[in-house]
C-alpha cells in the first residue's frame, strides 16, 4: 500500500501568479492567492478513474479555508513557486491520496469563484485524469471522506445536489463530460 508523508501544504506555500494567458507574472503566498476577490494563480485539478470507470470523488476537510466539507474531484491544489504542474500534480495525488499512478492533461481554463466573505479562487486551472487500481490512504488533514461514483451518477447528483460540490468541479464535469469522457472510460 503507497503511503503518503505526514508533511501537508502550509498555507505559507508560495504559489505562482499568471496572466489570461498562464504567463508567469509573479509568486504569492497561497493564503493572499485567496483573500478578498483572489489573485490569478496556477492550479490543477486531477480526476481518477478506477478498473470499473467509477471516478474517485474527496470531500474537502472541514479544516480548508474555502470550500470545506464540499464534495470536489479526486485531487486538486497548487503547484508551487518553481514547480512543474505536471510534477505538483503527481506529488499532490500521492500526499493526499497515498495513489502513484500516471496522469494525462487534458485542458486547462481560468475560472474565479467566491467563497461568502472569506475568500476566493480565481485560477488558471489544469485538468488531468489517471487510471488507477490499488488501495487509497488519505490524507485525514486534506479529506475527510471519499467515495466512487460513476459518471451518470455524478451528473445526476449535480443536477439535483449541486450546492454540495465545489464549483470547479461542477464547471470541469461539464466540459470532461461534453469533450474527453467516451475516451477515458
Known sequence: MNTHPEAIKL???TLILVDDQDKEIG??????CHLGQGKL?????????NPEGKILLQQRS???????????????SHPRFGEKTDDAAIRRIQE????????QYLYKFVYHAIFGEIGSEHENCWVYTGHFDGQININKNEIAATRFVTPDELTAELATNGDIYSPWLKLEWARIQQDYLDKLI
Not at 42 to 49: C, D, E, G, I, K
Not at 62 to 76: Q, V
Open 11 to 13: 498555507p505559507t506555500d
Open 96 to 103: 493526499e491520496l497515498g495513489v502513484n499512478c500516471e496522469l
Open 41 to 49: 494563480h496556477r492550479a490543477f485539478s486531477v480526476f481518477l478513474f
Open 27 to 32: 509568486s504569492c503566498e497561497k493564503v493572499n
Open 62 to 76: 472541514e479544516n480548508k479555508m474555502l470550500w470545506g466539507g464540499y464534495w470536489a474531484n479526486s485531487c486538486c
